[in-house]
């Protein structure tokens, strides 16, 4: 089983400021990874997949990059929506075997 | 614009079945396109993908809920389908349904439901 892990677990930034995210493969995913953003009594939200391309509906200020075992999520300016805990999940095995990180938990500093 | 719509008991016993279904409106759980998957949220686990089911009707699962894990498809009423056997406080979690888009990314889930919570006890 490939693991997922994300670091910090939980990261404190300023309204308008840049984060970045990351996530790390125990082996490599290629660019098989995707990130997702989770708010309070919701479901997750795909926001990146193929580790770079934004999902449908996605802003710019969101981007990804990465690949095989290190991937980092950007968001360039941050707005309160962004407020949420991010997962990032590989999908790379075949036969299917997805797994997901622990979360990063985004607070307003 | 698809939608994903989870339900089913709420409470389940140890040893028991889980049972849960997922109503898709706006899309077809017969299109190649997509593959129809399972996933649950638990404090203890995190996220964790529990198996997905193909236009084909062909399934995969997750190795360590495999022996457990039965995942079919109702075509006539547009849904699939989720049973867990002989369940046990563990699999006590937040069970969502998904969908993945085969051409972008097979892994990724593009649409969820709203998520149902199980809890397992007696």
């Known amino acids: 089983e490939i693991v997922m892990t994300q670091s910090p677990a939980t990261l404190s930034v300023s309204p308008g400021e840049r984060a970045s995210l990351s996530c790390r493969a125990s082996?490599?995913?290629?660019?098989?990874l995707a990130w997702y953003q989770q708010k309070a009594g919701q479901a997750p939200r795909l926001l990146i997949y193929g580790a770079s391309t934004r999902a449908t509906g996605i802003p710019a200020r969101f981007s990804g990059s990465g690949s095989e075992t290190e991937f980092t999520l950007t968001i360039s300016s941050l707005q309160s929506e962004d407020f949420a805990v991010y997962y990032c999940?590989?999908?790379?095995?075949?036969?299917?075997?997805?797994?997901f990180g622990q979360g990063t938990k985004l607070e307003i500093k | 614009q698809v939608q994903l719509q989870e339900s089913g008991p709420g409470l389940v016993k140890p040893s028991e079945t889980l049972s849960l279904t997922c109503a898709v409106s706006?899309?077809?759980?017969?299109?190649?396109?997509?593959?129809w998957n399972w996933i649950r949220q638990s404090p203890g686990k995190g996220l964790e993908w529990i198996g997905c089911?193909?236009?084909?009707?062909?399934?995969t699962y997750n190795p360590s809920l495999k022996s457990r894990v039965t995942i079919s498809v109702d075509t006539p009423n547009n849904q699939f389908s989720l049973r867990l056997r002989s369940v046990t406080a563990a699999d006590t979690a937040l069970y969502y349904c998904?969908?993945?888009?085969?051409?972008?990314?097979?892994?990724?889930?593009?649409?969820w439901g709203q998520g149902t919570q199980v809890t397992v006890s007696s």
């Open positions: 706006g899309g077809s759980v017969t299109s190649v396109n997509y593959s």
């Open positions: 089911i193909y236009d084909s009707g062909r399934t």
């Open positions: 998904a969908r993945n888009t085969l051409f972008l990314a097979m892994g990724a889930s593009d649409s």
């Open positions: 082996q490599s995913v290629k660019n098989n």
């Open positions: 999940q590989q999908y790379k095995n075949w036969p299917p075997m997805y797994t």
